[in-house]
């Protein structure tokens, strides 16, 4: 018997006992995986990304609403406002940025291959800001606060950890 | 009194290739767990792509004519530094094998980086965040028996755009992206899919395909001259140019035929590039008239810096994005068992197991036919009808 599942598979036997032979039956059963996590589990906030002035990597600073009870309005605007701030700074087309496009268009873009993007740089940074707020403001608050580099830039989340409810 | 009683089996420690059955331990539930080995992203990528070196390169999964271009380009270059570089260096200049040397440097490094570099492939949404988007579009009041299709429209520079929410992605695609079908991945930026490349073309490789195919009518054209030009000398030097060709007839009409086609259709396509560099489009946007008037008053490209040099520099010159799909990356130990059981053997047991609590809350399906929640923590018991009991 071939099971294909993509959800957790909770497999169980069961043998009937009491007769002269016993008949293994398999029973599977399927839980999604949102099931399990939406009631006991920790819940995730997304913030999603901005797009009024172009394509550029931009978060909306708007509160949301499930936050209200953990966290300062104001503390999440600063902390949005400087990843926004943190991301113009490496898609920013400047001088330098020129530079380092000209200079490898002319070696045929082989210098990628051994240095460091200046996009890559400001991402490590932000990186190393997304740890220091963790660790200061949000894990006191029971909140983590998780790198949108981890989603494709698409979300800032928030994850509520919420203790599971054991029995 | 039939007893049966139920016991869960732990799938990771179910030997997959093995058809023995597994031996199954009394008393507490089966916590023994074989070391798995960590895989990697690039191991469970859900689109039709192949990587190669550990995920380094990453190739569409339809390759398209990607070896014919490169044997063309080979066997042209090839044919060409073979015999007329050494007449046109003894004839006119040194500098000749070397232009052409750079010529065809730039282009085979160029090709290669448009085919194995991620083209800006945005990683499908997590359960969670489709979860989260689904709650709101239905509280937006969507009641109807089939779902509209799924728009949200958002104001860039004062031009309306609208996002298509991508049913294999599970997200809204953010805006100049859009699904590539061959490869099956939604593309930030995406240009089209070119066969010749075998990949698709999108915001982090349009550049080395800018510089492939500029560099590649450059090549094209110089080989076309410089064959002319040979072709020229010998016939001034000899008897004239039917005597010059019939000294190897097959190769000169091989080099002047593709290198003549080549030219016009490179050049071409080089030209039409430019075009949409400077006005900061992508083929696809053209090629749909996205912002090219009939939608009606007023509509233009937002994208646009409103100069040419800006625009071209902000296309070919930006600072290069990151890739998003980390293939490289390790998945997390709970996903990496999970993904890889998408297909397993389940063991046919043939002796009788020991009973053992079921530690989850569980509706029982197929044989049993009823549909109850057994406590957590009880043993269950089936009468016979086959009736659960609790």
Redesign the interface.
Known sequence: MVVKNYDICCVYSCCCSGSDTSFPLIFVQTHSLQDLHQPTASSKVFVQRDYSSGTHCRFLTKFPSELDSRLDKQQFEETVQTLNNLYAEAEKLGGKSYLEGCLACLTAYTIFLCMETHYEKVLKKIAKYIKDQNEKIYAPRGLLLTDPIERGLRVVSFETNIKPHLK | ?????????D?LALPTATPTPAP?HGGDTVQRREPRKARRKWEVFPGKNRFYCGGRIIVARQSGVLPLTLGLILITSGLFFTFDCPFLVKHLTCCIPVIGGVLF??VI??LL?TSFTDPGI??R?????A??IEKQIDSNGSTSYRPPPRTKE????QQV?K?KYCFTCK?FR???TSHCSLCDNCV??FDHHCPWVGNCVGKRNY??FY?FIVSLSFLTAFIFGCVTTHLALRAQGGKGLVFALQESPGRYLFLLVICFFSVWSILGLSGFHTYLVASNLTTNEDIKGSWSGKGGEGVTN??SHRNII?NC??V???????S???RRGFLPEDESA??G??????P??????EMNV?G?S???????GTRKQPK??RQNK?DNNGNFEE
Do not use: W
């Open positions: 009194m039939k007893n049966c009683e139920y016991q869960q089996i799938l199954l440097v730039f490094i160029t980086q945005l990683p949404a997590t359960q969670d965040e979860a989260d958002v104001l860039i520079n755009v996002l997200m953010p805006p100049r930030e930026r550049r080395f510089t937002p994208y800006i520099c902000s070919l010159c930006a600072p290069m994005p990151p998003l799909i980390d999970q993904t059981c998408a297909e397993i053997e389940l046919t047991l043939a002796t009788k197991s079921v989850r569980s509706c029982l399906h197929g044989l049993l957590i923590q089936v």
